[in-house]
């Protein structure tokens, strides 16, 4: 059984921070890879970020390259996602995922948060 349970998000202006926390209730979290990505209304779910259980190695989408940060705290069995230089069109739901493998998680082949929202206004 997987939970996953974001929370963080809200609104901002552009070129402001959030930090988004993503609580899981797996067991073995550690050997879990968790990602982030988002939806906004009338698009696809996008990838945004993600890191391996293994070596703690981190990818991220083209878009969010420099702004965003991703991390783990296996003691915690939580995920963050560091939001800075916010801009509009990162307005979306948020969603936490957690998959056996990256290339699960780059795959969406994952379990999934409930999501969070977060606006950016202009």
């Known amino acids: 059984q997987v939970q996953l349970v974001e929370s963080g998000g809200g609104l901002v202006q552009a070129g402001g921070s959030l930090r988004l926390s993503c609580a899981a209730s797996i067991r073995t979290f550690s050997r879990y890879a968790m990602g982030w990505f988002r939806q906004a209304p009338g698009k696809e779910r996008e990838f945004v970020a993600a890191?391996?259980?293994?070596?703690?190695?981190?990818y991220y989408a083209e878009s969010v390259k420099g702004r965003f940060t991703i991390s783990r705290d296996n003691a915690k069995n939580t995920v963050y996602l560091q939001m800075d230089n916010l801009k509009p069109e990162d307005t979306a739901v948020y969603y936490c995922a957690a998959g056996s493998n990256i290339d699960s998680v780059r795959d969406a082949d994952v379990y999934w948060g409930q999501g969070t929202q977060v606006t950016v206004s202009s």
């Open positions: 890191i391996t259980w293994s070596s703690g190695r981190t």
